[in-house]
């Protein structure tokens, strides 16, 4: 005898369908990892339209199994938001349906506040110099540092110097800066950390055609701003390299006079 509403077609949920239709890229560092930084807040959007009926749910657990403040909105599309927790690696567990995710659980690290008193600038290019023998290279070590935006910035005559940074892959904090001078003048170089200046920036750097006026400069004969070299232009160098959760940049010198 048939059953009433026979035959019967079932729903089955699929976790493996749950799709990121955005916001996951915020997540990602330069090498794909997931990474925060203490005191954000990330959303992430996603659709579970071919999954089938079913709850999504989601739980974030800290480096001594604390957990993490993580809220689902069940919006269109469904949107889960994270506000991290303290610095550390951190296991983020999404399901649908009482079943992990395609990637579930997911490893979280958390990158500590930015403290632009712990970036340390080191090196000839904050140093005084003559132009024949200037070397121009300093190290800006950023360990302990937390996450933060590496700027560093220079004045000086127009046309005169390039900025550039480098450092020898994405997970290395120590960043060799440079900017190659072809004129004396006075060079103002600024170093920020998330946009506070860190310890000793701005720094003063002039740079002379002789020994002998260098000699004279550190005996206090010249200052900077001085008569020296006259009336000139002046440019701007700027660049910059993003930590904790963003990709490198770097841009040229921009003129200014």
């Keep these: 005898m048939p059953v009433s509403g026979s035959p019967f077609h079932p729903k089955i949920v699929d976790p493996r369908k749950v799709r990121v239709i955005g916001g996951w890229e915020s997540f990602m560092d330069s090498e794909g990892r997931l990474e925060l930084a203490v005191h954000n807040t990330k959303k992430i959007s996603l659709d579970v339209a071919e999954a089938g009926p079913g709850q999504l749910t989601a739980e974030c657990r800290g480096p001594s199994g604390n957990s993490v403040p993580i809220a689902v909105e069940p919006t269109s599309g469904t949107r889960m938001r994270i506000a991290d927790g303290r610095a550390g ?44 023998t200037f070397q121009s290279r300093f190290i800006c070590d950023t360990r302990g ?107 040229g010198s921009q003129p200014q006079l």
């Design 89 to 132: 690696r951190h296991a983020l567990t999404i399901k649908y349906g009482g079943d992990h995710v395609p990637g579930s659980p997911f490893n979280l690290r958390v990158a500590g506040a930015p403290d632009a008193s712990k970036v340390r600038v080191y090196g000839p290019g904050i140093e005084h110099g003559v132009l024949a």
């Design 145 to 251: 540092a937390g996450a933060g935006q590496l700027t560093v910035r220079i004045r000086g005559p127009k046309g005169a110097f390039r900025v550039e940074m480098q450092r020898e892959s994405q997970k290395d904090r120590t960043i060799l800066c440079k900017f190659d001078p072809t004129e004396p003048g006075d060079y103002r170089v600024e170093v920020k950390w998330a946009g506070e200046h860190v310890p000793g920036s701005p720094f003063m750097v002039m740079i002379f055609d002789t020994q002998e006026e260098l000699n004279r400069f550190l005996q206090g004969s010249h200052s900077p701003g001085s008569e020296l070299y006259g009336s000139v232009g002046y440019s701007t160098g700027y660049a910059h390299m993003n930590f904790g959760g963003a990709q490198q940049s770097w841009r």
